[in-house]
């Protein structure tokens, strides 16, 4: 078996920029490269509804933002199966299987569930269905046999817990499912690339993201609104690029080029970074540089999107195809995997001959 790859979103808003240089760049890389047998890209909304489950319109009505958001940045359907997670019913039955190898106290111990439990404020009040993310999570990877998993570095937890269930799954039964391994930016910034008040990841459910469709006008306003060096108040004060977000969103994005292009002053980043640390060089300046970046990023993701906007029915009909594609793979694999397990009955004949036998 070649590679297989698989990677999601949870349709809970519109994609924004640290899901892009976290694993939509790359995913469009992957996919562009053609390495691989086969790469399925999922709209994880039955996961967003553990958390959302008396919002249901938040994902409803997301599921389409987020396809927009992978047309745009340049995910091809032509190229990869993009799917629903909720219309492909092989998942769940899946899941319900690998409940029994997982026990409560290591799905607490997930250090991801554990920083999500903690986010979301649920108390003593934790959807059961959130507390077992890990295990959907295995199911989705498995179940199309995936061996390639892109990822940011905070889901490299859920990953080891599906290597988990794999490992446990081929040892109680037989050598059925593809252990995965992730697949991480090279840049480590883009792994968890920061909000713009500096403070915590980029997340939809803190407010703090350029989203992929921001305006241009939008975009620039939260620029020059980020958070920098608060101690940098005078130009010509001493400043700190460590943990100033101008800066590491500088790290994540911008290439010498684009210094020959909007700030010729410079010939690269660690120049800009030493004029920063010694003084002279006001915050407004890198702020303007950074906008300028962006914009180039982001301009033909917008006028992707007008495009793919126009023309949202063909859109719900590739969900559709996608998730029709993926239910056949689906249903093969747990097949084998019924099969491993025993609980074959109908299609095992020898068992039917042997039931058979006892009773003559």
């Known amino acids: 078996m070649g590679n297989i ?8 808003g519109k994609l924004h920029l640290g899901h892009y240089v976290g694993s939509l760049k790359n995913r469009v890389i992957m996919q562009n ?4 047998d086969k790469m399925y890209v999922m709209i994880a909304d039955a996961q967003a509804l553990t958390d959302n489950f008396n919002n249901p319109d938040k994902v409803r009505d997301n599921i389409i933002e987020v396809a927009l958001d992978y047309l745009s940045c340049g995910i ?33 111990r997930n250090p991801t569930v ?7 404020e649920f108390g003593a009040s934790i959807p059961v269905g959130f507390l077992t993310y890990p295990i959907s999570q295995a199911a989705d990877i498995t179940l199309f046999n995936a061996n390639i ?31 995965p391994k992730a697949v991480i930016p090279d840049n480590k910034i883009c792994s968890r690339l920061p909000g713009l008040d500096g403070k915590a990841k980029m997340s939809k459910s803190l407010g703090n993201c350029i989203y992929l469709s921001d305006s241009e006008k939008d975009v620039k306003s939260k620029v020059m609104s980020m958070f920098t060096d608060p101690n940098h108040i005078q130009i010509t004060d001493p400043g700190k690029v460590e943990g100033n977000t101008v800066f590491t969103y500088l790290d994540a994005f911008c290439t010498d080029d684009d210094f020959s292009e909007f700030l010729p002053d410079y010939k690269n980043l660690d120049e800009l970074k030493d004029h920063y640390r010694r003084g002279g060089l006001g915050d407004v300046k890198i702020k303007k540089f950074l906008n300028n970046i962006l914009q180039k990023e982001l301009s033909p993701i917008r006028e992707k999107r007008k495009h793919y906007e126009q023309n949202i029915p063909e859109i719900f009909d590739m969900l559709l195809k996608g998730s029709e594609d993926a239910r056949e793979v689906g249903a093969e694999t747990l097949k084998k995997v019924k099969a491993a397990m025993g609980i074959n009955y109908f299609e095992d004949v020898e068992l039917i001959n042997k039931q058979q036998q006892k009773y003559k």
Do not use: C, W
Request: charged share 25%; proline share 5%; glycine share 4%.
């Open 114 to 120: 554990k920083a999500e439990i903690k986010q979301k």
């Open 5 to 12: 790859i698989l990677t999601g979103d949870r349709p809970t």
């Open 33 to 36: 490269e053609g390495n691989f």
């Open 149 to 179: 998993v892109p990822v940011g570095e905070d889901q490299l937890p859920m990953l080891e817990q599906t290597r988990e269930i794999v490992r446990t799954f081929n040892n109680y039964y037989s050598e059925v499912l593809v252990e």
């Open 76 to 108: 091809d359907p032509n190229k990869v199966t993009i799917f629903v997670q909720s219309h492909v019913e092989q998942l769940t039955e899946l899941m319900f299987y690998y409940m029994n190898l997982v026990t409560l106290s290591r799905l607490e």
